[in-house]
Nanobody, 116 residues
C-alpha cells in the first residue's frame, strides 16, 4: 500500500539545523511532485517547499527562502528538507505530500520544535 514515512524531526535550538526525510513506497515516486507542508498549533497547514524532478527549480515559502532546501532522490524514493538557521516560528508538524494530477498522498507528519 501507499506509504509516506517522515523522519528527522525533533527539538533544536534557534539557529540550529535539521534534515527531514520522507521515504515513499507503493506508488511511482518519480511521477509525483513532492512537497513539504507544515502546520503550527492553531494555524492552517501551509506549503513550505515543492520540487518536481531532481535538478528542477524548487519553490519555497517566502519565510524559509535561503534557509531551507528541498531535494529528492528518485533512486531511493525519498524527498528531503534541509532546514538551517531554524527559528522558533518554524515550530510545527511537518508533512510530506505527493501529487500526481488528482491523486494526493500525505505522510503522518513529524514534529519540529525550535526552542532554547
Amino acid at each position: 500500500q501507499v506509504q509516506l514515512v517522515e523522519s528527522g524531526g525533533g527539538l533544536v535550538q534557534p539557529g540550529g539545523s535539521l534534515r527531514l526525510s520522507c521515504a515513499a513506497s507503493g506508488f511511482t515516486f518519480s511521477s509525483y511532485v513532492m512537497s513539504w507542508y507544515r502546520q503550527a498549533p492553531g494555524k492552517e497547514r501551509e506549503l513550505v517547499a515543492t520540487i518536481a524532478n531532481p535538478g528542477d527549480s524548487a519553490n519555497y515559502l517566502d519565510s524559509v527562502k535561503g534557509r531551507f532546501t528541498i531535494s529528492r532522490d528518485n533512486a531511493k524514493n525519498t524527498v528531503y528538507l534541509q532546514m538551517n538557521s531554524l527559528k522558533p516560528e518554524d515550530t510545527a508538524v511537518y508533512y510530506c505530500n505527493a501529487v500526481h494530477y488528482r491523486t494526493r498522498y500525505w505522510g503522518q507528519g513529524t514534529q519540529v520544535t525550535v526552542s532554547s
